[in-house]
Structure formats: structure tokens, C-alpha cells
């Protein structure tokens, strides 16, 4: 052997020659186990016991702050653009001649919108956020400022139209997973740290929108252009123009150069044959015996979205084969994000017009902003907890604690409507317990299925239960306006349903959806 007679002809080296045979040979040992992990894909692969001396300094990469604190902006003023219309947009569709039902339309329509341009905008975007950042900050401009001028004009369907384009904005939550999620950009183990800002954003804007809509209704501002229906609208379009102009002068976009590299070889090519490692010559000079943590599985890009590289969708569908118990749990997990968005967008939409409507209450829409604002907040130190729990607990189990968590404040108003103990303080539990537990549970389906199937299917899979959360957001927004109108017993009854289905499916794929905890 070449090395042999190295260390035979270097006598008067010893520590020289030991390493040289130590360093190969440990690597070898790598090399032979990483194929093997590599060609399988198994659930959630636990790094979290590997050695810190062990870690690549490519799996604890960020992207520039500048630029990731624009999109933990973006996505958080989205949400409060969603949700600050709530409270007043029930009058405000009445006053200009619509409806409750109307009303629902308004809250949720953006969401059909926002499905329907993000394939085109994928077509368009080369890989990168500027565009979709760009698009977003114009059309939330646009969509407030007719949403505002309805009044003006005293054009009903104006509001929609505003609200629709403002939907075209909302496609920018597709590209804020995609960002926290960007193997060019994001190392693997900064991935779930970025995506809970997100979750932190989510819960902030279901918060602070109701809220700050209910405010600005209560101060009123008696003119016909800024006005208490009005007020959310100028306001909102001039927290975007700020921040467009931010940026414009602080974000910058994923390089050229890091776009999905066409000739990048994967795992699985540039590691020699498994099944026969011991046959590999030893030789310092191996191109074969490359440090395996350059090559590890977490470095792989994610799927490109652009049309040219559409033919590497179809070798890879070639290449894995999903099982039927992985299509169960894939169906499984956008029926839970059907779920979690259309019971919360029920409720949020609902609950102005539940109030206004029982003699009880007759909230006006600053109360009831306030009323789906504290419930937010109260639940707020309770998702910050899921976060770290979910280091610790199975996938599986937060999506049933968080879905019974639901259903039991489901059940309890129900019991409230038969039996009329309708009451501010038992409202308020129901709705903090709904709020915590859809939100919670939200956390899992794209966390689970992505220790499930390869990592070039991120990109699909999250476009996947982004569509479920849309058609969630926008029927649960309808349905929710049209409560009262159906009968609040008919429309709680529909949602126990709807969870008992998920609830069902989780027992019939348990096993399934078992996953390393993280």
C-alpha cells in the first residue's frame, strides 16, 4: 500500500505518519455511514446530539440582518393589513348598503387573490425577494387607499376592490416561509428559529390589527375623507410607504451567483459507492474522501421554482416514490391547515357580528377589536411557550393537544348557545381557548412534513399547505360573517365537524405521523 511504505520509509516521523493514517482513516469511517443516511430518507434526522466541534459553519448561517428584519417586518405588517379592518368592516359594509355576509367577503377575499397570483409571480421572481418584496409594499399602498376612498365615493364594492388588490400583497407570505426556510441563505439549524418570528408575527397581528382598528373607530375623526371606517386605511397606506422606502434603501436580495446552481452535484453523486467502502484505495489525494460535512444532505438547495428548472420537479418525482401512509399524513397535514385557518378566521370575522347582535353585549366595533385583541394577547405567552416545547415533544402529539385544546372551547360554546348562560367572561375563555389551540396546532403541518419527505420538497410541500391556510382563511371569513344569519349553533356545530374529521384522520395515522422531536 502507498501509505504503508510512507510509513515505513518515515521512521524517524512517527507523529507524522500516525496522523497521516489516522485522518483518512476517520473519514473513511464518515463516509461510509453518510450514503447509507443520505439515500434514505428517514423523519427527522437528529443532529442535535452531534458534537459542537462537529458542526459546519454553513448550518449556522443567516442571511444580513438588514435584510432579514425587512421580512420579519413585512410579514408582521401584513398580518395587522389582514386583520386591522375587522372590527368596522361590518358597519362600514352596512353603511355603504351591504351585509354581514358582505362583510365576511371583504375580510377574507384577499386570500383567494393572493392563491392566484403567487404561481405567476413564481414564474417571474428568478429565485430571489426583491420582486415579490416590491409587489408587496405597492399593492397594500393601492388596496388601503381605495379601501379608504369608498367612503368618499360611497361605492360599495370599492372596499372589495381595494381589499382584492390588497391580496396581491398578501403572496408575500409564501416568500417569507421560502426566506426563513432558503438553504443559499438560512443555514438547517436557523431555520425554526427564523420561522417562529413568524409564528411571533402571526400572533402580533391578530393582536395589534383588531386592536388598532377598534381604536381608531372610537376616536372617530368626523371628517368624509378620514373617518372612523376610513382612518385604518390612510393609516395603513402610509406605514407602507415608509417602509417601502426602507426597502428600497436597506434590503438586500439573494445574489446572482446564488440562485439555484445548475451544475451543483448532490449527496449521493459525489460519495463513493456504499456498499463497497473498504475496496477504496487510502490516499491523502482522494478526491473521493472530500470532509463529509461539506457534503451533508442539509446543504442541498431547495427545489427552484423557476420554469426552467421545472424538468428537476419531474426526475425527482421519478426518483422518490411517496408511500400510501406518506400521502395519508400529507393530506392530513393540509387538512389541519384548512382547519386551524378557517375555525380562527371564523372566529374573527364572527365575533363583531355575534356581539353587535346579542343583547348582552352590543359591542360596538371598538369593543369587539378590543374584545379579539385581548384574547390574542392573553394566548400570546402560551404559543411563545409551544416553541420551545416543540424541542421536547413529538409533532403528533402538539397537533392533538392544541386541536383538543380547540375543540373543548368549541364544545363549551356550544353548551353556552343551548342552554343561553351567554356571558363576557365565558365568550372570552372560549375564544382565548380557540385562539391558542388552532394557533398552536398551525405550528405542526409544515415542521412535520418536512421531516418526512426529501428537503427538495420544501418548496412544494409549504406551497401546498400555504394554499390549505388560504382556503382555511378566506370560507372560514365567510362563514364566520354568515353565523348569525344560519344560526351560531349551526355554525359552531360545522367547525366541532370539520376538527373531528382531522381528528379522526391523526387516529387512523398515528403511527405515520410519528417524528423526532425539534
Not at 85 to 112: C, E, K, R
Not at 339 to 355: K, M, Q, R
Request: charged share 15%.
Amino acid at each position: 500500500m502507498h501509505v504503508t511504505g510512507e510509513l515505513e520509509a518515515s521512521e524517524g516521523r512517527p507523529h507524522l505518519a500516525s496522523s497521516v493514517l489516522s485522518r483518512p482513516a476517520q473519514r473513511q469511517d464518515e463516509v461510509e455511514l453518510l450514503p447509507l443516511d443520505s439515500q434514505r430518507v428517514q423523519p427527522g434526522n437528529d443532529t442535535d446530539s452531534e458534537p459542537d466541534t462537529l458542526i459546519d459553519p454553513e448550518e449556522l448561517k443567516l442571511p444580513k440582518i438588514s435584510s432579514l428584519v425587512i421580512i420579519i417586518v413585512s410579514n408582521i405588517l401584513m398580518q395587522v393589513s389582514f386583520f386591522i379592518i375587522v372590527p368596522a368592516s361590518n358597519d362600514y359594509a352596512n353603511h355603504l348598503g351591504g351585509d354581514s355576509t358582505f362583510s365576511g367577503i371583504v375580510i377574507g377575499i384577499p386570500t383567494v387573490f393572493s392563491a392566484i397570483a403567487v404561481l405567476p409571480l413564481l414564474r417571474y421572481d428568478k429565485g430571489g425577494y426583491s420582486l415579490p418584496l416590491n409587489v408587496c409594499c405597492g399593492a397594500s399602498i393601492l388596496g388601503h387607499i381605495l379601501y379608504a376612498l369608498a367612503y368618499k365615493l360611497n361605492f360599495l364594492y370599492l372596499i372589495l376592490i381595494g381589499r382584492i388588490i390588497n391580496g396581491f400583497a398578501f403572496t408575500m407570505w409564501m416568500y417569507c416561509k421560502r426566506y426563513c426556510s432558503d438553504a443559499r441563505i438560512v443555514g438547517i439549524r436557523r431555520r425554526t428559529t427564523l420561522a417562529s418570528f413568524l409564528v411571533v408575527g402571526q400572533g402580533l397581528g391578530m393582536s395589534l390589527g383588531p386592536f388598532a382598528g377598534g381604536l381608531f373607530y372610537k376616536v372617530g375623526f368626523k371628517g368624509s375623507v378620514f373617518n372612523g371606517y376610513t382612518s385604518p386605511g390612510w393609516v395603513m397606506a402610509g406605514v407602507w410607504s415608509v417602509f417601502w422606502v426602507c426597502v428600497r434603501m436597506f434590503y438586500v436580495d439573494v445574489g446572482e451567483g446564488d440562485r439555484y446552481p445548475e451544475n451543483r452535484p448532490t449527496t449521493t453523486q459525489s460519495l463513493p459507492n456504499p456498499q463497497k467502502p473498504t475496496e477504496q484505495p487510502v490516499s491523502t489525494t482522494s478526491p473521493s474522501l472530500t470532509p463529509p460535512e461539506k457534503k451533508s444532505s442539509s446543504s442541498l438547495p431547495p427545489l427552484p421554482t423557476h420554469p426552467q428548472n421545472q424538468s428537476k420537479l419531474r426526475t425527482l418525482l421519478q426518483t422518490y416514490q411517496m408511500t400510501p401512509s406518506q400521502w395519508g399524513v400529507l393530506g392530513c397535514m393540509c387538512w389541519f391547515a384548512l382547519t386551524c385557518f378557517f375555525i380562527l378566521g371564523a372566529w374573527e370575522s364572527n365575533l363583531p357580528v355575534f356581539g353587535s347582535s346579542t343583547p348582552q353585549f352590543h359591542w360596538s366595533p371598538t369593543a369587539s377589536g378590543n374584545f379579539i385583541a385581548l384574547g390574542g394577547i392573553s394566548a400570546f405567552p402560551f404559543l411563545l411557550l409551544t416553541i420551545f416545547l416543540i424541542r421536547r415533544i413529538e409533532d403528533r402529539k402538539i397537533l392533538v393537544l392544541g386541536s383538543c385544546l380547540g375543540l373543548s372551547s368549541l364544545l363549551v360554546f356550544l353548551s353556552l348557545l343551548r342552554t343561553g348562560r351567554i356571558n363576557y367572561g365565558s365568550v372570552f375563555m372560549c375564544w382565548w381557548a380557540t385562539a391558542l389551540g388552532f394557533n398552536m396546532a398551525s405550528v405542526v403541518p409544515v415542521s412535520l412534513l418536512s421531516k418526512q419527505l426529501p428537503p427538495k420538497w420544501n418548496s412544494w410541500v409549504s406551497l401546498a399547505i400555504q394554499y390549505s391556510m388560504y382556503t382555511g382563511r378566506v370560507s372560514g371569513a365567510i362563514w364566520g360573517g354568515s353565523g348569525v344569519k344560519v344560526g351560531m349553533e349551526v355554525y359552531t356545530g360545522l367547525e366541532i365537524g370539520v376538527v373531528g374529521i382531522g381528528l379522526v384522520m391523526v387516529g387512523i395515522l398515528w403511527d405515520g405521523l410519528k417524528a423526532k422531536k425539534g
